[in-house]
């Protein structure tokens, strides 16, 4: 006779402090720069209940709904308005690849001609959806019918390192851009790290990572929607670390220049 099946977890929350990658001296400097910093939140949370992938939809569902998540996590209502969602339902969610560690990841934007000896190209400018791109590295980002586009995978781009890349390159509406590729690179490195938890294979010795990242898409509350108006750029990205029990949550809501 099989087992009874185990009775669904209840997942609750409780709230520890912002993610500390994003609120360094330096990384408020670029944030702002990038217009990151008005319409964006972050916050990191510990759970006490035993987690597997396969409670991956409950976990987030329970998240979103969580009381202590919705008042250290307010969503984005409309520009300078915040509240929690209330209620949640339906949440539209994918899980993103974590296989790249390195920012070698990146080398062939070099190869390619979309960065010169680390500074960035330019090109004419091209109305990307409500992004102007006038430069290389925002035409491989945004532009597919860009030659461009090609230098990363439909595959590689569901990479968290590409998707993060794409954030802070795009920033927000009133995005002051670079024109080198150092700074972009290096809020890569310091966010992925935060976000990602790794470990050592005992067999091979190697390094792999344990947390499971979500891009969450949508969700519908009874006060409020995940975001205020539908973009491309918006984005809230769910990170669990199943040892530590640790879920870590950055998010922003995009608005347009005007």
């Not at 670029?30 to 008005?38: A, C, T």
């Not at 919705?70 to 409309?78: A, F, H, R």
């Not at 390094?207 to 929607?225: C, E, I, P, W, Y």
Request: with cysteine; aromatic share 12%.
């Amino acid at each position: 006779m099989d087992p009874p099946p185990e009775a669904p977890t209840t997942f609750s929350f409780h709230p520890l402090h912002p993610l500390a990658s994003l609120h360094t001296s330096r990384a408020k400097e670029l944030l702002n720069k990038w217009n990151l910093d008005v319409h964006g939140r972050s916050y990191v949370f510990r759970f006490d209940q035993h987690f597997t992938q396969g409670q991956s939809q409950a976990f987030l569902n329970d998240f979103f709904n969580d009381p202590q998540v919705q008042e250290s996590l307010p969503v984005c209502k409309g520009r300078g308005d915040w509240g929690p969602l209330g209620k949640v339902g339906a949440i539209q969610v994918e899980r993103l690849r974590t296989s790249e560690l390195r920012l070698d990841f990146f080398d062939r934007l070099e190869s390619c001609g979309v960065a010169r000896n680390g500074s960035i190209a330019k090109c004419f400018d091209v109305q990307c959806g409500e992004v102007l791109a006038s430069d290389k590295l925002r035409l491989m980002l945004l532009d597919e019918s860009a030659e461009e586009w090609e230098v990363f995978s439909a595959s590689e781009r569901k990479e968290l390192l590409f998707h993060l890349l794409r954030r802070f390159a795009v920033g927000g509406g009133l995005n002051q851009y670079e024109e080198v590729m150092a700074p972009y690179l290096e809020m890569c490195k310091a966010v992925y790290k935060e976000l990602l938890a790794v470990q050592k294979d005992p067999a091979s010795g190697q390094l792999q990572v344990r947390s499971l990242v979500f891009n969450v898409m949508d969700a519908t509350g009874s006060s409020a929607k995940l975001f205020p108006r539908n973009s491309a750029h918006n984005f809230c990205y769910i990170s669990i670390d199943p040892l530590q029990r640790h879920v870590k949550a950055w998010y922003n809501a995009w608005f347009p220049m005007m």
